[in-house]
C-alpha cells in the first residue's frame, strides 16, 4: 500500500470527527501565531527604547503586555489542541484495535495458518503505538509550527520582501534534503517493524512452549537464537536512528548558511536606509521563528512516516479475506437431524500440489458415532475440519441433512457442533467461565449439571472457590484430564447435534482416562460423532469405522468386521494394538 493509499485510509476513518479536527487545526493555528508576538515587541522597544531620542515608556509596558497576553493565548490554545487531536486519534485508533482484532478473529483458517502469532501481536502493539505517538504528540506540533513559520514569513515579506525571497533561495535544497530522509526513514521503520514481528513471534512461541524448552533443555539455544534476532533488530534500529538523527544535523547546517546569508543582507539594507534598525530587528527575530519550525519538520516528518508504515502494517491486516459472507438466500437449520454426506470432495491446502483429499467421498448417518482411522497424514484431520467450514473444498460437496453446507447459515451451522480437541483449550477465567463458553447464556445450574455429566465436580469439590475457582493462562493451574473434563462441559453445554472428537483420552493417565470415557459415554448418544480414534476403547464404541489412506475411504464397517476381513485396518490394528 503506497503512502497516499495509507493516507486516503486514515483520512476516511477520521472523517466521523471532521468538526474536532478542524477546531484542533483553528486552535493549533490560533496558538502557533501567538508567540510572533514576540518579534514584534522588540521592534516596538527597539524602535520607542534603544533607537528614540526621547524614550517611550509606556511603548515598554504596551510590549510586555503583548507578549504576556499572546503567550497566554499561545498555552490555552495549545493545550486545547493537544487534548483535541488526541482525543480524536486515540478514538480512530481504539476503533481500528477493535477492527484489527475483530479481522483476525474473521480471518479463514487458511489465510490464518500463513501468520505467525507474533506478526499479528506486533500489529496491534508496535504499529498502532507509532500512531498513537504521531497522534499525540507529533501532529499538534506540526500544526502549530506550521502556522508559526507561515505567519513569520507573511510579516517578513511586509517588512522587506526581496530580503525574504532571498532566504529562501536555499528552500529548493532543503526540500530535497527532507524527501531524502523522509524516504531513508519509512524504509528503515519497516525494516525495523519486521525484526520487531521476529522477535515477538519468538517470544510467543518460547513462553508457549516452556516446557518443551526445559525438557529438551534447549534454554542455552533459545537464548542463542533469541540473541541473533535482538542483535539483527539493534542493527536496523541503529541504522534507522542513523536517518533520524542525521536529518535534523543536515538541515540545521543548511539553515545556518542561509540565515549568515540573511543577516549579511540584512546589515546591508539598514546602512543604505531600505530597513529602520527596529524593523531589522524584528526581521531577524521572525528568522528564528522560520528557522526552528523548519528544523522540527525534519523530526514530524520522520514521525509520520513511521506512523504512516505503522498505518499500513494495520491496513494489510485489515485488508486480508474475511471468511465468506452468507448469501442472501442462505438456509437457516432447524431441528438439524445430523446426516452428513462428503460427495467427492477434493481439498489441498495453499498451493500444495499433494491433495490431502482425492475423491472422498464418505455417508455418517443421523446419530452414528464414526471412527475415522489411518495412518498419519492420511487427511482424517482435514475431513473433521471441513465440517464446520474451517476450510472450504475445492470441488465436490458436503451436505448436512441434504443442504450443501455453503449454502448454509454459518453461525447456525457451527451452533450445530461442538469439538472436544486433543489438547484441551481453556481461557483465562474461572473453571465456570470456560464451560460457559459453550453456551453464554447458561445458567449456573446448567453449568452444574454440565459439569456433573463430565466428571468435573469431581474435583472442582476440592478447591475452595469450587466454580469461580481460575484456571491461569491456557488453563496452566489444572492437570490435563482436567481441562479435558472441563472441556467435555463446555460441549454438553452446548447441547450439540454433531460433536466432532480429536480423541480425548490419548495422553492422560488411566483414572482421567476412566473419567473421561464415563463422562463420553452421556455425551455421545443420540448425536452425530466423528471421532478421529487412537485408542481401541474409542474404536470399538463406533458405529462405523472409516479407515482413511491418502485421502480416500479404503475401507467401512465395523471393528469386528474389519478385523475379519484381514484388509489395511486390521494391518493397522495389529501394528498398534498387537
Same mark, same amino acid.
Given at each position: 500500500?503506497?503512502?497516499?493509499?495509507?493516507?486516503?485510509?486514515?483520512?476516511?476513518?477520521?472523517?466521523?470527527?471532521?468538526?474536532?479536527?478542524?477546531?484542533?487545526?483553528?486552535?493549533?493555528?490560533?496558538?502557533?501565531?501567538?508567540?510572533?508576538?514576540?518579534?514584534?515587541?522588540? @521592534?516596538?522597544?527597539? @524602535?520607542?527604547?534603544?533607537?528614540?531620542?526621547?524614550?517611550?515608556?509606556?511603548?515598554?509596558?504596551?510590549?510586555?503586555?503583548?507578549?504576556?497576553?499572546?503567550?497566554?493565548?499561545?498555552?490555552?490554545?495549545? !493545550?486545547?489542541?493537544? !487534548?483535541?487531536?488526541?482525543?480524536?486519534?486515540?478514538?480512530?485508533?481504539?476503533?481500528?484495535?477493535?477492527?484489527?482484532?475483530?479481522?483476525?478473529?474473521?480471518?479463514?483458517?487458511?489465510?490464518?495458518?500463513?501468520?505467525?502469532?507474533?506478526?499479528?501481536?506486533?500489529?496491534?502493539?508496535?504499529?498502532?503505538?507509532?500512531?498513537?505517538?504521531?497522534?499525540?504528540?507529533?501532529?499538534?506540533?506540526?500544526?502549530?509550527?506550521?502556522?508559526?513559520?507561515?505567519?513569520?514569513?507573511?510579516?517578513?515579506?511586509?517588512?522587506?520582501?526581496?530580503?525574504?525571497?532571498?532566504?529562501?533561495?536555499?528552500?529548493?535544497?532543503?526540500?530535497?534534503?527532507?524527501?531524502?530522509?523522509?524516504?531513508?526513514?519509512?524504509?528503515?521503520?519497516?525494516?525495523?517493524?519486521?525484526?520487531?514481528?521476529?522477535?515477538?513471534?519468538?517470544?510467543?512461541?518460547?513462553?508457549?512452549?516452556?516446557?518443551?524448552?526445559?525438557?529438551?533443555?534447549?534454554?542455552?539455544?533459545?537464548?542463542?537464537?533469541?540473541?541473533?534476532?535482538?542483535?539483527?533488530?539493534?542493527?536496523?534500529?541503529?541504522?534507522?536512528?542513523?536517518?533520524?538523527?542525521?536529518?535534523?544535523?543536515?538541515?540545521? #547546517?543548511?539553515?545556518?548558511?542561509?540565515?549568515?546569508?540573511?543577516?549579511?543582507?540584512?546589515?546591508?539594507?539598514?546602512?543604505?536606509?531600505?530597513?529602520?534598525?527596529?524593523?531589522?530587528?524584528?526581521?531577524?527575530?521572525?528568522?528564528?521563528?522560520?528557522?526552528?519550525?523548519?528544523?522540527?519538520?525534519?523530526?514530524?516528518?520522520?514521525?509520520?512516516?513511521?506512523?504512516?508504515?505503522?498505518?499500513?502494517? %494495520? !491496513?494489510?491486516?485489515?485488508?486480508?479475506?474475511?471468511?465468506?459472507?452468507?448469501?442472501?438466500?442462505?438456509?437457516?437449520?432447524?431441528? %438439524?437431524?445430523?446426516?452428513?454426506?462428503?460427495?467427492?470432495?477434493?481439498?489441498? !491446502?495453499?498451493?500444495?500440489?499433494?491433495?490431502? #483429499?482425492?475423491?472422498?467421498?464418505?455417508?455418517?448417518?443421523?446419530?452414528?458415532?464414526?471412527?475415522?482411522?489411518?495412518?498419519?497424514?492420511?487427511?482424517?484431520?482435514?475431513?473433521?475440519?471441513?465440517?464446520?467450514?474451517?476450510?472450504?473444498?475445492?470441488?465436490?460437496?458436503?451436505?448436512?441433512?441434504?443442504?450443501?453446507?455453503?449454502?448454509?447459515?454459518?453461525?447456525?451451522?457451527?451452533?450445530?457442533?461442538?469439538?472436544?480437541?486433543?489438547?484441551?483449550?481453556?481461557?483465562?477465567?474461572?473453571?465456570?467461565?470456560?464451560?460457559?463458553?459453550?453456551?453464554?447464556?447458561?445458567?449456573?445450574?446448567?453449568?452444574?449439571?454440565?459439569?456433573?455429566?463430565?466428571?468435573?465436580?469431581?474435583?472442582?469439590?476440592?478447591?475452595?472457590?469450587?466454580?469461580?475457582?481460575?484456571?491461569?493462562?491456557?488453563?496452566?493451574? #489444572?492437570?490435563?484430564?482436567?481441562?479435558?473434563?472441563?472441556?467435555?462441559?463446555?460441549?454438553?453445554?452446548?447441547?450439540?447435534?454433531?460433536?466432532?472428537?480429536?480423541?480425548?483420552?490419548?495422553?492422560?493417565?488411566?483414572?482421567?482416562?476412566?473419567?473421561?470415557?464415563?463422562?463420553?459415554?452421556?455425551?455421545?448418544?443420540?448425536?452425530?460423532?466423528?471421532?478421529?480414534?487412537?485408542?481401541?476403547?474409542?474404536?470399538?464404541?463406533?458405529?462405523?469405522?472409516?479407515?482413511?489412506?491418502?485421502?480416500?475411504?479404503?475401507?467401512?464397517?465395523?471393528?469386528?468386521?474389519?478385523?475379519?476381513?484381514?484388509?489395511?485396518?486390521?494391518? #493397522?490394528?495389529?501394528?498398534?494394538?498387537?
Amino acid at each position: 500500500m503506497t503512502r497516499k493509499q495509507t493516507l486516503r485510509r486514515l483520512a476516511a476513518d477520521a472523517r466521523p470527527y471532521a468538526g474536532r479536527l478542524l477546531l484542533a487545526t483553528l486552535l493549533g493555528a490560533v496558538g502557533g501565531l501567538a508567540p510572533l508576538v514576540i518579534p514584534r515587541a522588540f @521592534g516596538i522597544i527597539q @524602535g520607542n527604547i534603544f533607537a528614540a531620542r526621547h524614550p517611550n515608556v509606556t511603548a515598554l509596558y504596551e510590549a510586555m503586555i503583548l507578549v504576556f497576553v499572546g503567550m497566554t493565548i499561545n498555552a490555552a490554545a495549545l !493545550y486545547s489542541q493537544t !487534548y483535541l487531536t488526541a482525543w480524536v486519534g486515540q478514538h480512530v485508533i481504539a476503533k481500528m484495535r477493535v477492527q484489527l482484532f475483530a479481522r483476525v478473529l474473521q480471518i479463514p483458517l487458511e489465510e490464518f495458518d500463513k501468520w505467525r502469532p507474533g506478526e499479528l501481536i506486533a500489529r496491534f502493539n508496535n504499529d498502532l503505538q507509532l500512531m498513537m505517538d504521531t497522534v499525540s504528540v507529533s501532529l499538534p506540533q506540526l500544526i502549530s509550527n506550521s502556522a508559526t513559520f507561515l505567519g513569520a514569513v507573511a510579516r517578513m515579506l511586509t517588512l522587506d520582501w526581496l530580503l525574504t525571497i532571498s532566504l529562501f533561495i536555499i528552500t529548493p535544497v532543503v526540500s530535497y534534503a527532507v524527501s531524502v530522509f523522509s524516504r531513508l526513514i519509512t524504509q528503515g521503520t519497516r525494516a525495523a517493524q519486521e525484526r520487531v514481528a521476529d522477535l515477538s513471534s519468538t517470544l510467543s512461541e518460547v513462553l508457549q512452549n516452556q516446557r518443551i524448552v526445559k525438557a529438551f533443555a534447549r534454554e542455552d539455544y533459545e537464548v542463542e537464537k533469541f540473541h541473533r534476532r535482538n542483535a539483527d533488530y539493534f542493527g536496523t534500529s541503529m541504522k534507522l536512528i542513523q536517518f533520524i538523527q542525521s536529518q535534523p544535523m543536515v538541515l540545521t #547546517l543548511l539553515m545556518t548558511i542561509g540565515i549568515l546569508i540573511i543577516i549579511g543582507f540584512t546589515s546591508r539594507e539598514v546602512l543604505v536606509g531600505r530597513l529602520r534598525s527596529e524593523g531589522a530587528l524584528e526581521f531577524l527575530t521572525l528568522i528564528v521563528f522560520v528557522v526552528n519550525p523548519i528544523n522540527r519538520f525534519a523530526a514530524f516528518v520522520g514521525d509520520i512516516s513511521k506512523a504512516l508504515v505503522g498505518a499500513g502494517r %494495520v !491496513y494489510e491486516i485489515l485488508d486480508l479475506p474475511a471468511e465468506r459472507a452468507d448469501a442472501p438466500d442462505a438456509v437457516a437449520l432447524h431441528d %438439524v437431524r445430523g446426516r452428513i454426506v462428503f460427495d467427492r470432495v477434493f481439498f489441498a !491446502y495453499g498451493t500444495a500440489e499433494q491433495p490431502v #483429499l482425492s475423491d472422498f467421498s464418505a455417508d455418517v448417518e443421523a446419530g452414528e458415532v464414526v471412527a475415522l482411522v489411518g495412518p498419519s497424514g492420511a487427511g482424517k484431520t482435514t475431513i473433521v475440519n471441513l465440517v464446520p467450514r474451517f476450510y472450504e473444498p475445492q470441488s465436490g460437496r458436503i451436505t448436512l441433512d441434504g443442504i450443501d453446507l455453503a449454502k448454509i447459515r454459518l453461525a447456525d451451522l457451527r451452533n450445530s457442533i461442538a469439538i472436544v480437541p486433543q489438547e484441551p483449550v481453556l481461557f483465562r477465567g474461572s473453571i465456570a467461565d470456560n464451560i460457559r463458553y459453550g453456551r453464554l447464556d447458561a445458567t449456573d445450574d446448567e453449568i452444574r449439571r454440565a459439569a456433573r455429566e463430565a466428571n468435573v465436580e469431581e474435583f472442582v469439590r476440592g478447591f475452595a472457590d469450587g466454580f469461580a475457582t481460575e484456571v491461569g493462562e491456557r488453563g496452566n493451574r #489444572l492437570s490435563g484430564g482436567q481441562r479435558q473434563r472441563i472441556s467435555i462441559a463446555r460441549a454438553i453445554i452446548r447441547d450439540p447435534r454433531i460433536l466432532i472428537l480429536d480423541e480425548a483420552t490419548s495422553a492422560l493417565d488411566s483414572h482421567s482416562e476412566a473419567l473421561i470415557e464415563e463422562a463420553l459415554d452421556r455425551l455421545l448418544p443420540g448425536r452425530t460423532t466423528l471421532i478421529i480414534a487412537h485408542r481401541l476403547s474409542t474404536i470399538r464404541r463406533a458405529d462405523k469405522i472409516l479407515y482413511i489412506e491418502r485421502g480416500q475411504v479404503r475401507e467401512v464397517g465395523t471393528h469386528e468386521s474389519l478385523l475379519a476381513a484381514g484388509g489395511a485396518y486390521a494391518k #493397522l490394528h495389529a501394528t498398534q494394538f498387537g
